[in-house]
């Protein structure tokens, strides 16, 4: 299935994973951890993969220009 | 507990099932609530996932170029880079529900009792994916010309490669991964048990299951380490165990993949329920 538009969308889906692996990284963000303070790694390095996914998955969405 | 640890991992017995049940029936002096146990387990791991990316050194060498090549040209040519794509897809459920779920199901269920009964259910578990495997390879030899006296390699080679897998069943598989974060719920039991249900051989399912415990293990261990060493705990003793861990985890992998090619997943599904069992009749019996 390809399209602009799908691609796009998981390109900017990635981009907000990013976002929230940097609030994670940083202890912006604390939902659904164990402590309430202090920065989430291991969240953070999980929301990285989820938008590398995400990116590579737009790559794929996109139409090729034969 | 390393070459405990290391052994049980990669069979499909539950290796989170055995650290638990062992050292309350031997009566080691180990602290499953101290926290150093989760720790010093990760580092176990880190040990297996080792062993694991030096057995499959160079397929890993493959499989990252696969995934780099076929993510910038966005699109999937090889095996290699569809076996890539297939880790990820099988990596992203297990690791979000690991993030999410882990130490939360882990803290309820870390009790001796309760990882034997799982064990019964893991064995069970394993039987019930022979069964439906034994009913898919009925319907393979009846389609394929019924040559019902085919040997057990013959009846494999009916099944695909590891790299043949669909993206869902990848995922599903993946998903599978979650159950382990019940003590007595074997990891490699339910992703080679799903892995046979999507239709793979016994040894590519027991090689897709490796491969994708690989990340997951190692990226979990990697982040745990420095816990281990700000807890003043002894490192050089828990590094040791990591070493004979990965040892016992390389033997262990050795083997299955040579006992795969023709054999099942029974014997370790009557052994976890054997298991089970005996230690809740010790556990009760307080011996």
């Known amino acids: ?66 | 507990m390393g070459l405990l640890q290391g052994a049980s991992e990669l069979f499909p017995v539950s290796s989170l099932g055995h650290a638990v049940i062992v050292p309350s029936l031997l009566h080691w002096s180990f602290k499953q609530s101290d926290p150093s146990f989760v720790p010093f387990l990760v580092l176990l791991h880190l040990g297996t996932a080792t062993a694991l990316l030096i057995l499959y050194r160079d397929q890993w060498v493959v499989i990252i170029r696969g995934f780099f090549t076929a993510a910038f040209r966005g699109q999937i040519k090889t095996d290699s880079e569809r076996l890539a794509m297939l880790l990820l897809v099988g990596t992203i459920p297990a690791a979000i529900l690991g993030v999410f779920l882990e130490s939360r199901i882990k803290s309820l269920f870390a009790s001796p009792y309760v990882a034997a009964g799982f064990l019964v259910v893991n064995g069970a578990l394993m039987l019930g994916f022979e069964f439906m495997r034994r009913r898919a390879e009925r319907v393979a030899l009846t389609t394929s010309g019924g040559l019902t006296t085919s040997g057990r390699i013959e009846t494999e080679e009916q099944f695909a490669q590891a790299e043949r897998i669909s993206f869902k069943a990848a995922a599903l598989v993946g998903a599978c991964q979650a159950l382990a974060f019940f003590p007595g719920i074997s990891r490699s039991g339910v992703t080679i048990g799903g892995g046979l249900l999507a239709g793979l051989r016994h040894q590519e399912a027991a090689r897709f299951s490796f491969l994708l415990a690989t990340p997951v293990i190692l990226g979990a261990g990697i982040l745990e380490v420095p816990q281990l060493f700000s807890s003043g705990v002894p490192v050089g003793e828990y590094v040791a165990a990591a070493v004979l861990s990965g040892i016992a985890a390389y033997a262990s992998a050795r083997f299955l993949l040579r006992y795969f090619r023709s054999g099942r997943l029974d014997p370790y599904g009557w052994y976890c329920i054997a298991a089970g069992l005996v230690s809740l009749a010790l556990l009760g019996l307080n011996l």
């Open chain 1, 1 to 66: 299935m390809k399209s602009n538009s799908l691609a796009v969308g998981l390109g900017v889906l990635g981009v907000i994973f990013l976002i929230i692996a940097g609030l994670y990284a940083i202890g912006v963000l604390q939902i659904a951890t164990s402590t309430t303070s202090g920065p989430h790694i291991k969240h953070a390095v999980l929301f990285v993969v989820l938008a590398v996914a995400s990116l590579v998955a737009a790559n794929f969405a996109r139409p090729r220009t034969a």
